[in-house]
């Protein structure tokens, strides 16, 4: 009685292994890629509240590019490991105008996303709930659902409402 296995037998092992590699590995890959533009999605969306704030009390925008302003830390201080920095600034309009832009860094980071930026912008501000508009120079396959309506320019973008 034979003990092991043939060599086709062991061919077609490895034919099968292959093929799920050829299927995971990609898959993986989004997942990664998805999971560090979440990343920026959370870092810049932690600043509505303060960008909020500021707008109310001041009637402004808040520019954190040099200082920290009415709550929202100096943007060099707002990064993570795949974010280099998180910007509000924008021109303040009784409908809102304020913007947030979360710059992704330009290395250590999946291709789709290096140097990209995610973008939230606010909106009707006057009506007594904030809207918050998302756009993103990311690839499409990379942007979550909350930031994934593609327009014509190539861009995503989306609402979302927060009451504030």
Do not use: H
């Not at 034979?2 to 898959?27: D, N, R, S, W, Y």
């Not at 490991?81 to 710059?103: E, F, L, N, P, R």
């Not at 990311?138 to 995503?156: F, H, L």
Request: overall charge positive; glycine content about 14%.
């Amino acid at each position: 009685m034979k003990k092991g296995f043939t060599l086709i037998e062991l061919l077609i092992v490895v034919a099968i292994i292959g093929i799920l590699a050829g299927i995971a590995i990609p898959q993986y890959q989004d997942y990664i890629a998805r999971s560090q533009f979440a990343e920026g999605m959370s870092l810049a969306s932690g600043q509505k509240a303060g960008v909020i704030d500021s707008f109310a009390a001041a009637g402004t925008c808040p520019n954190n590019a040099s200082a920290a302003v009415g709550g929202v830390p100096v943007a060099s201080a707002i990064k993570g490991s795949y974010v280099q920095s998180v910007t509000t600034g924008g021109t303040a309009s009784d409908a809102g105008g304020c913007t947030i832009i979360a710059k992704f860094k330009d290395e250590g980071i999946t291709r789709g996303l290096l140097g990209k930026q995610v973008t939230l912008t606010m909106g009707n501000a006057d009506g007594g709930s904030v809207t918050w508009q998302c756009e993103s120079s990311a690839d499409k396959r990379y942007v979550p659902q909350a930031c994934a309506k593609a327009s014509q320019s190539g861009k995503t973008t989306t609402t979302t409402t927060t009451t504030g």
